[in-house]
Each structure stands twice: as C-alpha cells, then as structure tokens.
C-alpha cells in the first residue's frame, strides 16, 4: 500500500498494540537473578503497572494484544476495561495460568471468536482469532524454529494459515527476527520495522494484509520496565 499526498480526508484511524507482558512463572524458571522480579517482587504490582501502563498509553480506543498473560492479569484486566473494551481470550497449551488476550474497543463493532483452519499445536504457543466479518485479528505466540521438528517451518505454517478474503491484522511475539519474517509474509502481508523489541534483536510485530484499505500512519516501540519484551505499537489510517 502507498501512501498519497493527494488524499485529502481520513475516514478513520485505528491504534494496534502487541505486548508480552511476561509469565512470572518462566521468569522464576529461567532467570536466577531477573531484575524484574527483584524490582516486583510482589506480582500483584508488576500486573496492576502492567494494566495501567497498556491503557493510558492507548486510552480508550484500540486493538490490544496481550501475550504470556497470568491468570491474575487477566481477571484485573477484565475488571478495569469492561466498560471500553470486548475482551477475547485463549488459554494456552491447556494451563489456566497462561493465556493470550485480545480486547478490541467497543467503539471497533462486534468481533466473535473463531477457530483456526489448519491445526497448529506445537507451532504457536497458542493463537486467538477474532472477527467480525469485515476483519480478521490474529494474536500469537509463536514457537522458535529450533524447538519444532525440523520438517516443520513454523512462520511458513502461520502465514499459510491466513487467506486474507478480509482484511488480516496479526499481531504478537513471533520468536523470529525480521529478515525471516519478511521474507516468509512479505507477499501477503505489510511488515513494518521496530528495530529492537527484545534484548538486541525484533521478536514482536505487528503485519497488515496488503488486500486491507488502511495505511500505517505512525509505528512506535515503548520501552518497558515490567516485561523482558517492548511494547509495540501502530496507528493505521483509512483514507478517501
């Protein structure tokens, strides 16, 4: 999609955001001295900053996308943003203590849930799809390539999975870095550049399908001190 100097009105503008916001539980597991748990040491804390940070940032209109979300996060979430906010959630790999959350602002329309076409089990720590006809939101959590099976191409398996009849946002930690990305979904989708969302390298993302009526207007990557992952974030804008 190109953007045009000779287009004169915006029709509407949307903000995406993806964020894993960071399982305590893998933190504990991995991480002997992790200066997030030395900085939160009560989890209650980190969750309710968490919250707070993710919606003041975006106020009350747009799409969020949540990964590694607790338990505890998302019953809090539930209760702060339920008047703004239709709230879709996935429990991953069957653990109630882990889950993927999408909250979609009321002011979007009515999105249901649906299921994947393709099985992915064992390729995305999990996957949420919601839509309402006109667009298709697909929040995930990839598995790196080098815990799959090697006749297995996990980016290849996710972007075959989108057909883009609709317009297609996916949006989330896709473990892999950029040159893989583009290169797997450059031909369907728009795959804008973070720079760094993960220690020294891009892991997070946000592609639109190149068959959708929307731009990016604006991209932005937000430091956070909660999460070993940054937040990211676009504006889209839908011109006449």
């Known amino acids: ?89 996935e429990i991953v790999d069957d653990n109630p203590e882990e889950n993927l959350i999408t909250l979609i602002s009321k002011s979007y329309g009515s999105f249901k849930k649906i299921s994947p076409k393709t ?53 989330g930690d896709f473990n892999a870095m950029y040159q893989k990305v583009v290169k797997i979904f450059k031909h369907k989708f728009s795959v804008p550049f973070f720079s760094n969302t993960y220690r020294r390298t891009q892991l997070d993302y946000i592609l639109l399908s190149k068959n959708s009526s929307y731009d990016f207007l604006k991209k932005t990557v937000v430091y956070t001190d909660f999460s070993d992952h940054n937040l990211v974030k676009v504006e889209v804008c839908k011109y006449t």
């Open 119 to 171: 099985e992915l089990k064992g390729i995305a720590s999990g996957i949420l799809l919601v839509s309402n006809d006109n667009c298709l939101i697909a929040n995930c959590h990839l598995v790196p390539q080098k815990h799959c099976k090697k006749n297995v191409n996990v980016l290849k398996a996710i972007n075959d999975e989108f057909e883009c009849d609709i317009p297609t946002i996916i949006a």
């Open 1 to 89: 999609m190109t953007f045009s100097l000779n287009i004169k009105y915006i029709l509407t503008t949307m903000q995406i955001i993806s964020l894993n916001v960071l399982l305590r539980y893998y933190e504990e597991t991995y991480k002997n001295n992790s200066k997030y748990l030395q900085r939160y040491p009560q989890e209650n804390v980190r969750v309710d900053e968490t919250i707070n940070f993710v919606l003041n940032l975006c106020k009350e209109k747009a799409i969020i996308c949540l990964q590694e979300c607790s338990k505890l996060l998302l019953n809090n979430i539930k209760n702060v943003s339920s008047k703004d906010y239709n709230l879709f959630t």
